[in-house]
């Protein structure tokens, strides 16, 4: 198989979530135009940069090796991090794009929350679209498998990043808690996931359910454009 044809199976298995993604939007009719919908993507992809680099400033090992150890890289060294960088690339994207028109914090209302949240999920998939396809280019046996683990546990992580997005400035409190969550269900995934046997079991249901929180989050109360007769 040739080196072309390879990275065309990677591109495209990596991308099916987000074409579920797409394609779940567009047909539930949620305020997402396709321009809006790229630029969150890409801005999640870019998020896998600053990510690596902090990780990389981050590299460090202990002078002895245990839970602690084990602790910082997983919680802190992996998961904070990638939270982190996706929550710069959204507060950089909606600052400059005015993806929510007025920034008063009087003007938060709860469907600026659910549109910060439907765009963390899309970012999320950005992030995982890229870092699945830089695995896959040096292991393609771990494709699949990344693509039903990894995609869903970026979307449900930046979801609640997304939130936090938006709510930062009117509601900082409830902003942290959002973005503490994402960072424990990273770091619990990527635990369960670096143990053989029944715990990595484990990590694709942690992703799963977090998964499926987050789309509860996105459909419910979401206020619809009206459709004419």
Same mark, same amino acid.
């Given at each position: 198989?040739?080196?072309?044809l390879?990275?065309?199976?990677?591109?495209?298995?990596?991308?099916?979530?987000?074409i579920?993604?797409?394609?779940?939007?567009?047909?539930?009719?949620?305020?997402?135009?396709?321009?809006?919908?790229?630029?969150?993507?890409?801005?999640?992809?870019?998020?896998?940069?600053?990510?690596?680099?902090?990780?990389?400033?981050?590299?460090?090992?202990?002078?002895s090796?245990?839970?602690?150890?084990?602790?910082?890289?997983?919680?802190?060294?992996? %998961?904070?991090?990638?939270?982190?960088?996706?929550?710069?690339?959204?507060?950089?994207?909606?600052?400059?794009?005015?993806?929510?028109?007025?920034?008063?914090?009087e003007?938060?209302?709860?469907?600026?929350?659910?549109?910060?949240?439907?765009?963390?999920?899309?970012?999320?998939?950005?992030?995982?679209?890229?870092?699945? %396809?830089?695995?896959? %280019?040096?292991?393609?046996?771990?494709?699949?498998?990344?693509?039903?683990?990894?995609?869903?546990?970026?979307?449900?992580?930046?979801?609640?990043v997304?939130?936090?997005?938006?709510?930062?400035?009117?509601?900082?409190i409830?902003?942290?808690?959002?973005?503490?969550?994402a960072?424990?269900?990273?770091?619990?995934?990527?635990?369960?996931?670096a143990?053989?046997?029944?715990?990595?079991?484990? %990590?694709?249901?942690?992703?799963?359910?977090?998964?499926?929180?987050?789309?509860?989050?996105?459909?419910?109360?979401?206020?619809?454009?009206?459709?004419?007769?």
């Amino acid at each position: 198989m040739s080196g072309l044809l390879v990275l065309i199976i990677i591109i495209f298995i990596s991308s099916i979530p987000v074409i579920i993604t797409y394609i779940w939007f567009r047909a539930a009719k949620y305020k997402f135009t396709f321009i809006q919908f790229l630029f969150v993507l890409l801005a999640g992809a870019a998020a896998f940069f600053p990510a690596l680099i902090l990780q990389d400033i981050l590299n460090f090992s202990f002078s002895s090796r245990g839970r602690m150890e084990l602790f910082y890289h997983v919680f802190f060294r992996i %998961a904070f991090t990638e939270e982190l960088s996706r929550m710069l690339m959204l507060l950089l994207l909606f600052f400059i794009s005015g993806f929510f028109k007025n920034d008063s914090k009087e003007s938060i209302k709860w469907t600026d929350v659910k549109k910060g949240t439907a765009a963390g999920f899309i970012a999320g998939l950005g992030f995982a679209l890229l870092e699945n %396809a830089v695995y896959a %280019a040096s292991d393609t046996s771990v494709l699949l498998l990344r693509a039903v683990t990894a995609a869903p546990l970026h979307a449900a992580c930046g979801s609640r990043v997304g939130a936090a997005s938006v709510m930062l400035r009117s509601n900082p409190i409830q902003a942290f808690f959002r973005i503490l969550a994402a960072t424990a269900i990273h770091g619990i995934y990527n635990f369960m996931a670096a143990l053989p046997g029944f715990p990595s079991i484990m %990590a694709i249901l942690i992703a799963l359910t977090a998964l499926g929180s987050s789309i509860l989050s996105i459909r419910g109360g979401w206020e619809k454009p009206e459709v004419n007769p």
